[in-house]
């Protein structure tokens, strides 16, 4: 579905990001794998990869920081001329009450999940629109849809994400680009290992489905949109969260 395709995963490590590479170099796109501080995750990942005959690449890059954002869009430029598809994965969630949350956690926050995406698409954009088409997803959040106690800050983060991704869908649309972004819930990740197990049994009791989401639940959604199956879909938010909350 996506031979030929260059695709670009950030915070692609692990979780949802894994998923999404895998699936995607599975699907005969090169793959770059974009990480920050879990380099020994990124390399097995590619090592994966490509020790099944497919294509990926490894990009350090913290996505907050427009100096390596820049340089790893260099890089992209001058190994592939282009770039077909920009998945906007990297984030981090750290929960506090408001009334116990600190300026520095906001600023972090904000950083990464905010500020991280506007660079990274802002960049994209710029080589998309040399080729007159491209597709950039953006990982919000159902918590960033509907708030949650105790997530007030990434709350505000994620439903930012949501805010870029139906303007930036309005204002790139003429250069062929779609904007979009998926809106995960209970999905099985690293964030929510600590979870309690009464908090885990509860949260499952309201999904509709009757189970916690896997990484890939969200990477077969990336692809559709990735794919020529996506090509007429821009501006929404796609919520992938087994009919937890409508």
């Known amino acids: 579905m996506l031979t030929g395709k260059v695709v670009l995963v950030t915070g692609a490590s692990r979780g949802i990001g ?5 699936l995607a170099a ?13 380099e020994e ?11 099944k005959g497919l294509q990926a690449s490894l990009l350090k890059a913290d996505v907050s920081s427009e ?9 992209i430029r001058e190994k592939h001329s282009s770039l077909d598809v920009l998945v906007n994965n990297a984030g981090i969630m750290q929960n506090n009450l408001l009334m116990l949350s600190n300026t ?4 972090r926050t904000i950083a990464t999940n905010l500020k991280g995406t506007f660079l990274c698409a802002r960049y994209a954009s710029n080589l998309m629109k040399k080729q007159g088409a491209g597709r950039i997803i953006n990982l919000s959040s159902t918590i960033g849809l509907h708030g949650n106690v105790g997530q007030t800050v990434y709350s505000a983060s994620k439903a930012a994400v949501v805010g870029f991704t139906k303007s930036a869908a309005k204002e790139l649309g003429r250069y062929g ?12 990740t690293d964030l929510l290992k600590d979870l309690k197990p009464a908090l885990r049994e509860k949260m499952i009791s309201n999904i509709a489905l009757g189970r916690v989401g896997i990484p890939e639940d969200v990477a077969k959604v990336v692809l559709f949109l990735s794919s020529d199956l996506g090509e007429y879909v821009s501006g929404e938010v796609i919520v992938v969260d087994g009919c937890q909350i409508m």
Not at 29 to 38: L, P
Not at 41 to 51: F, M, P, Q, T, W
Request: without cysteine.
């Open 104 to 107: 520095e956690l906001f600023d």
């Open 18 to 22: 894994r998923a999404t590479a895998l």
């Open 26 to 38: 599975e699907n005969h796109a090169h793959v770059i794998i974009n990480y920050n501080r879990s």
């Open 67 to 75: 100096a390596e954002v820049r340089d790893m869009f260099r890089a």
């Open 41 to 51: 995750n990124a390399v097995e990942l590619v090592d994966l990869i490509r020790g």
């Open 177 to 188: 680009i779609t904007v979009n972004a998926i809106a995960p819930g209970f999905i099985e």
